[in-house]
């Protein structure tokens, strides 16, 4: 993962292009997409607190231009930072022109300092997607996150939204909690729901069991790990490659496992561990070595051990994927599958 600087406003090169036949003026949607926005907070914006674009072509639609949103993109910050929406129209309109000279610039350069100190994110060098979601999540605005990661599953799939998009707004959101105290623990709990809303609706009915002797793949966190998105993503992604699957999801004992395992017999298992405190090689090298079957044909399962828990361990005989793409790779192998080409 690239290593984050910062949710700032968009560069000069990332703006989107202008609408054709509408001049140099961008819709709403085109507009909540860059600031990641919902077009109803736009519209809401515009009239509660006069927020608008200057001009309207053919009186109804939104044409929005560099000056509006720059306007916009103040007031994105300000709210980010806690101010209230009144307040922030207010200094975003005088930064704008709309205020005396020797009153406006002082008010939003003070605004602007409260901003960058505890409405920014580190993100670095990522989609704009990807900003555009951590720029919602920040302002805690549940439509706009929503709106994001359905257009990012939309456009990207399912993978490349979870690698490129959805990840590394986690890791900022959880990098600014860590750094910050008690503080932004809210964007990370709203940002988290949202994501794992969005993976379920992207999962598929659980596949039933075919004929072959390759039985479902389990997915499981390790004993007093709580981080189950990861396992979320994969097992969507599995279920897109029409592949069985047992999700158990958090903090699952070692005997619950070792009993599962052998009821199941499965493929393979994924045990996740998102810190060092919670990974466990003895469980991964028991459930490795669990055999079913009759004798002189019996199995044993293929393990995959994910998250950075992990790092550092060795185990042998075992999977460590870097990716969800790899991990669908691993996994679609170890029943039997081979992934589509044309997989995103």
């Not at 810190?275 to 028991?286: E, K, V």
């Amino acid at each position: 993962m690239a290593e984050p600087t910062g949710v700032e406003a968009p560069g000069p090169g990332s703006a989107p292009a202008a609408v054709p036949g509408a001049g140099t003026g961008l819709t709403t949607g085109a507009v909540a997409r860059r600031l990641g926005v919902s077009p109803t907070t736009l519209r809401s914006w515009d009239r509660r607190y006069g927020i608008g674009p200057a001009v309207r072509a053919g009186g109804r639609h939104r044409r929005w231009s560099p000056r509006d949103v720059a306007v916009l993109e103040t007031m994105c910050r300000l709210t980010s930072a806690g101010v209230p929406p009144g307040e922030a129209a207010r200094v975003a309109k005088e930064g704008s022109g709309g205020a005396p000279p020797d009153a406006a610039p002082a008010r939003a350069a003070s605004a602007g300092r409260r901003s960058r100190a505890a409405g920014t994110l580190p993100l670095g060098d990522v989609r704009q997607e990807c900003r555009g979601l951590a720029r919602a999540a920040v302002r805690l605005d549940a439509p706009a996150v929503e709106e994001q990661l359905a257009d990012a599953v939309e456009q990207h799939g399912l993978t490349v939204a979870w690698q490129e998009v959805i990840v590394p707004a986690l890791h900022a959101v959880g990098r600014k909690w860590a750094s910050s105290g008690d503080r932004y623990v809210e964007v990370e709990h709203l940002l988290s729901w949202h994501v794992s809303t969005t993976l379920r609706r992207h999962t598929r009915p659980p596949v039933p069991r075919g004929g072959g002797p390759a039985g479902p793949v389990i997915l499981a966190c390790v004993p007093g790990e709580q981080h189950t998105l990861p396992l979320e993503a994969l097992n969507a992604g599995l279920g897109e490659l029409a592949l069985p699957t047992r999700m158990f999801g958090a903090a699952v004992p070692a005997e619950a496992l070792a009993a599962a395992v052998q009821r199941l017999g499965p493929a393979a298992v994924v045990l996740w561990a998102q810190a060092r405190s919670t990974a466990n090689l003895p469980l991964a090298r028991h459930v490795a070595g669990t055999q079913w079957g009759v004798k002189g044909a019996r199995r044993q399962p293929v393990v995959v051990l994910g998250g950075p828990g992990w790092a550092g361990r060795s185990a042998g005989g075992v999977f460590r994927p870097t990716s969800l793409r790899e991990a669908l790779d691993v996994l679609a192998g170890a029943c039997g599958a081979a992934a589509p080409a044309g997989r995103r």
